[in-house]
């Protein structure tokens, strides 16, 4: 019986197969930590910006600008990042808004009477805000 233990102790077959088994799981809980931290970066990002709302209340055209009354309708506090008039990015002056804040963006832009423009407005997050509005005075 002594003799049986010591070959079985020298034999070096079942070593292998455990070594390889507890390497695969290791590797497999870390693949799987990393995939858990990705997911839940993406769907706290997805909730931020689905939580951003903004209504577009009123655009005037006044002398060489035009006037968007904006009201933060969502979840999280907003910024305009960024202003577009017919696909060209324009100066406007920065505007944030809170939650359930409201507030004008004025943008620096010379139009003409009963002229047709497509305004987008975009936010630090991405979200976008694109409507055609008529110029009149």
């Known amino acids: 019986m002594v003799i049986a233990m010591r070959r079985l102790l020298r034999s070096k077959r079942g070593v292998t197969p455990v070594l390889s088994n507890v390497l695969l799981t290791v590797v497999a809980v870390a693949a799987m930590s990393l995939a858990a931290s990705a997911t839940y970066v993406i769907t706290d990002n997805l909730h931020q910006i689905m939580g951003e709302r903004i209504t577009v209340e009123d655009v005037w055209f006044s002398s060489n600008a035009i006037s968007i009354y904006l009201r933060n309708t969502g979840k999280v506090a907003v910024q305009i990042a960024s202003v577009y008039v017919n696909s060209t990015s324009q100066h406007f002056t920065p505007l944030a808004l809170e ?32 409507e055609y509005y008529k110029a009149s005075s």
């Open 99 to 130: 939650v359930k804040e409201h507030g004008w963006l004025n943008v620096s832009f010379i139009w003409k009477n009963n002229s047709l423009y497509h305004i987008n407005l975009v936010t630090s997050r991405g979200t976008k805000i694109v």
